[in-house]
């Protein structure tokens, strides 16, 4: 009786088999490493002692990247990093940390565009460009998590510096009960002095 052939049987086909396997196999361990490596460099840079400063968070978000592309993370805390101390330097310094902020901003957006953190960053890049075009895009934000109480928040003081009150007050409507409502609200109720003072002093200086 003859033994039954076929492709499994052949020597050649079982050895291609377990090289493709041993290949996805390394394939496998590179990509955690790769991910282990970077992460470790997210959490130094995140929760080690030198987490307030800037250039050395940012430069182990840039490492942990460079070994793990896929992370939004990364993105995330370079360009908070950056923003939010770019006031700590002046000139040059504080410019290019900015930059920086917005060149991370723009990469997480790339990797995550319905991250929240990104988005509100991107928000306010926009916002020194052009406050009608940041309203519109942080309203498109809104739209797609309304149930968010911080969004209304965001939108709020938005609408507030940008002189839109009534807009302001029914964004604020939608904060009640949450965290954000009382300071969301006093800055609000601030922009409108600040706006009213200022028209008053145009008002009273017009004709003299």
Known sequence: MKRASGSTSNPWFQTIVGLVLVALSLLGVIHGVRAGVAQCLYREAKYGPQ???TDHVVDLCRRAYAWYPWNHYFSILASEQAYYTA???????RRNRLLQAQFWCDRGLVQNPWRSQLRRLH????WAESPSRAIRYWEAHTAWQFWEPYNHAVLAELYAKAGEFDKAEQALKWVQGAPEYEPTKTLVLAEK??????LN?????WGE
């Open 123 to 126: 928000t306010r890049f926009l």
């Open 201 to 205: 002093g145009k008002l009273e200086g």
């Open 193 to 198: 002095a600040a706006w009213n003072s200022a």
């Open 51 to 53: 987490s307030a400063d």
């Open 87 to 93: 006031d700590a330097v002046t000139g040059i310094a």
